[in-house]
């Protein structure tokens, strides 16, 4: 069993930072990409980063240089450093991963996310 496991989340005034880390534990043989959703209430679930399994990097176009997407590889870990907040980055972010249980799963694994974390950026 996999399991991704999210924190960081909370409360921050406007213009404020948070960073998110996500960590996968489990049965993992190897994990490809991963990255961060994110949804709003009343809203479709949402892409916000990915980052591949060499570090490679995809952007919403709303994160506007604002959020960085890093990963750990030795501690299944990945991250999401948010800058700059506004009221609209108010969500439930979301951690995902595409993992392989083992040698046999092919193609890039298995879908996997975690619980979530909500972010609430108010003053």
């Known amino acids: 069993q996999v399991q991704l496991v999210e924190s960081g989340g909370g409360l921050v005034q406007p213009g404020g930072s948070l960073r998110l880390a996500c960590t996968a534990s489990?049965?993992?043989?190897?994990?490809?990409?991963m990255g961060w959703y994110r949804q709003a209430p009343g809203k479709e679930r949402e892409l916000v980063a990915t980052v591949t399994s060499t570090s490679s990097t995809n952007y919403a176009s709303f994160v506007e240089g604002r959020f960085t997407i890093s990963r750990d590889n030795r501690k299944n870990t990945v991250y999401l450093q948010m800058n700059s907040l506004k009221p609209e980055d108010t969500a439930v972010y979301y951690c995902?991963?595409?993992?392989?249980?083992?040698?046999?799963?092919?193609?890039?694994?298995?879908?996997?996310w975690g619980q979530g974390t909500q972010v609430t950026v108010s003053s």
């Open positions: 995902n991963a595409r993992i392989k249980e083992s040698w046999r799963v092919r193609g890039p694994g298995n879908d996997y």
């Open positions: 489990g049965n993992i043989f190897s994990i490809n990409d």
